[in-house]
C-alpha cells in the first residue's frame, strides 16, 4: 500500500485506545492518546490526540467529501461536529492507497468516546458513509 499523504506527527506511544471498521473497502482505523502535557486537569481542560488511518481495500476510487464526529464526554455532554474533509483536504483513495492524519479534541472531562463517519463518494457518483467504529479517549489509569 501507498501513502498519498500524511498529516501531523503520530502521537507517541502510552496508554492507547482503538478501533477499527471497515465499510465497502475503506478501512478506519483510529488510535488515541492523552496529552498530558497540553491538559490542565484543575482547569477541566483534558486534551487527546487522536491518528487515524483510512485504507481502500476495495476495488474501486472513492473520495473523501465530509466528516461527522460524534463526542461524548463522562458527564453525558454530546457534541457533533460536522464539516467538509479532514485536515482542509478531500483526499481521493484508488483502491490499495491510504491517508493519514492526526488531530485534537478538548474535553471537560478525563473520560469519553468519540466515533463517527466520513461522507465518501466512488469515481461512479455513488454515496456512501464509511464508519468509524467508537473509541475512548482517557486519561492513563482514569478508567480503574
Not at 487522536?50 to 476495495?58: A, D, K, M, P, Q
Not at 466520513?118 to 461512479?124: D, E, G, I, K, L
Amino acid at each position: 500500500m501507498s501513502d498519498i499523504t500524511a498529516r501531523g506527527a503520530r502521537p507517541h506511544k502510552q496508554a492507547t485506545y482503538t478501533s477499527d471498521a471497515t465499510t465497502r473497502g475503506i478501512r478506519i482505523q483510529v488510535e488515541s492518546v492523552y496529552l498530558a502535557e497540553r491538559s490542565s486537569p484543575g482547569d477541566g481542560q483534558y486534551l487527546f490526540a487522536y491518528h487515524v488511518r483510512i485504507s481502500n481495500l476495495g476495488q474501486e476510487t472513492a473520495q473523501l467529501v465530509s466528516r461527522e464526529w460524534i463526542i461524548t464526554s463522562a458527564d453525558g455532554e454530546v457534541e457533533r461536529v460536522k464539516g467538509p474533509g479532514v485536515v482542509g483536504e478531500t483526499p481521493v483513495l484508488p483502491p490499495g492507497a491510504a491517508f493519514e492524519y492526526t488531530s485534537y479534541c478538548p474535553l471537560k472531562t478525563a473520560v469519553g468516546s468519540m466515533h463517527g463517519s466520513y461522507q465518501m463518494v466512488t469515481a461512479a457518483g455513488e454515496k456512501f458513509e464509511a464508519r468509524i467504529a467508537p473509541f475512548t479517549l482517557a486519561v492513563p489509569n482514569a478508567l480503574n
